[in-house]
Nanobody, 124 residues
Framework: QAQLVESGGGLVQAGGSLRLSCAAS????????MGWFRQAPGKEREFVAA????????YYADSVKGRFTISRDNAKNTVYLQMTSLKPEDTAVYYC?????????????????WGQGTQVTVSS
């Protein structure tokens, strides 16, 4: 099993940058596909980015392509989401998730373990 803890959220100005971290324990991060999701008030949980097992392939929602980067440091069992050129519409609670059954996925239904979330607020 994996336990996930997010950190790095906060309040930033539009156009600014923020890096989220997701520390995993229980298994090495390389054995999981990892994903980032976000949920704004009154909205469904939304796919943001994902990385396949081993980190060989990455995928992004159209809304964040060119602005966000997912990466991992297997030695630290940590996954990152580097966010740049932030917009007010990026405001949400951000969650990391791990999927041990599938190579990669963009559906919350397929992920097995979830962190508690970290708030990102982008002011205009």
């Amino acid at each position: 099993q994996a336990q996930l803890v997010e950190s790095g959220g906060g309040l930033v100005q539009a156009g600014g940058s923020l890096r989220l971290s997701c520390a995993a324990s229980g298994r090495t991060a390389s054995t999981y596909a990892m994903g980032w999701f976000r949920q704004a008030p009154g909205k469904e949980r939304e796919f943001v980015a994902a990385q396949s097992r081993g980190g060989g392939n990455t995928y992004y929602a159209d809304s964040v392509k060119g602005r966000f980067t997912i990466s991992r440091d297997n030695a630290k069992n940590t996954v990152y989401l580097q966010m740049t050129s932030l917009k007010p519409e990026d405001t949400a609670v951000y969650y990391c998730a791990a999927d041990y059954r599938n190579p990669v996925g963009n559906s919350p239904q397929t992920y097995d373990y979830w962190g508690q979330g970290t708030q990102v607020t982008v002011s205009s």
